[in-house]
């Protein structure tokens, strides 16, 4: 069966500190993609970094990067130089060839100044 | 807009009635998704459009909900005999295509209250 797991409900980081949302993930499909997504207050998801199952090389996307350590079945987000615009939900999400689309359960972060 | 659109923004309404939410997905986006997100939850998946078919219709929670599209446009979750654990935000998705390193662009929900 399909899993995302996501241990961490909520965080509180000082600004500017570095930030990893840790993400842990189950499925026999050899080929899958792991997405996050970022929900702040407003309601509105974003879409923030892909990482395929076979990409050789972890994903950045600014000051976002995916941590992927396929034999863990790991996804951490990392976000570098964290600003208070970074309080939001992070969910971490997983798609396969069953055409199945599942959710974490998301960590809320909070950015303290 | 070039964004994905929902349809109302909020509705509040009573038990028993009927409700219908619309999507407008990006233009040309092939696959569309409906999630229902209830208070501090996660997302639950509801249903998936490739162009007008709903290959998987199992993530609905009961009959009472449905799902259309038409023309690989504009999409309608229907729920009829609204219940009370039917009030959550409804948001939608649409992606190029479907495939699975395809990112989805969502709208900003309709947010449902059944009284």
């Known amino acids: 069966a399909q899993k995302i797991t996501q241990t961490q409900p909520g965080m509180f980081v000082q600004e500017k500190e570095a930030v990893t949302l840790d993400c842990t993930y189950d499925?026999?499909?050899?080929?899958?993609?792991l997405f996050w997504y970022k929900q702040p207050s407003s309601g509105e998801m974003i879409f923030l970094i892909y990482?395929?199952?076979?990409?050789?090389q972890n994903a950045t996307e600014g000051r976002y990067s995916l941590n992927f350590q396929k034999a863990r079945k790991s996804a951490n987000l990392v976000i570098s130089a964290s600003q208070l615009g970074d309080s939001a939900m992070y969910f971490c999400?997983?798609?396969?060839?069953?055409?199945?689309?599942?959710f974490g359960k998301g960590t809320r972060l909070h950015i303290l100044p | 807009g070039a964004g994905v659109s929902q349809s109302p923004s909020n509705k509040v309404t009573e038990k028993g009635k009927d409700v219908e939410l619309r999507c407008d997905p990006i233009?040309?986006?092939?696959?569309l998704y409906w999630y229902r997100q209830r208070l501090g939850q996660g997302l639950e998946f509801l249903i998936y459009?490739?162009?007008?078919?709903?290959?998987?219709k199992s993530g609905l929670p009961s009959d009472r909900f449905s799902a259309e599209r038409t023309g690989e446009s504009v999409s309608t979750l229907t729920i009829q005999r609204t219940q009370q654990e039917d009030s959550a935000v409804y948001l939608c998705?649409?992606?190029?295509?479907?495939?699975?390193?395809?990112?989805?662009?969502f709208g900003d929900g309709t947010r449902l209250s059944i009284l």
């Open positions: 998705a649409s992606s190029l295509y479907r495939n699975s390193n395809q990112p989805q662009h």
């Open positions: 499925t026999s499909d050899p080929s899958y993609g």
């Open positions: 990482q395929g199952s076979y990409d050789q």
């Open positions: 999400a997983m798609t396969n060839r069953d055409d199945k689309i599942i």
């Open positions: 233009s040309g986006h092939t696959a």
């Open positions: 459009f490739q162009g007008n078919s709903a290959p998987d």
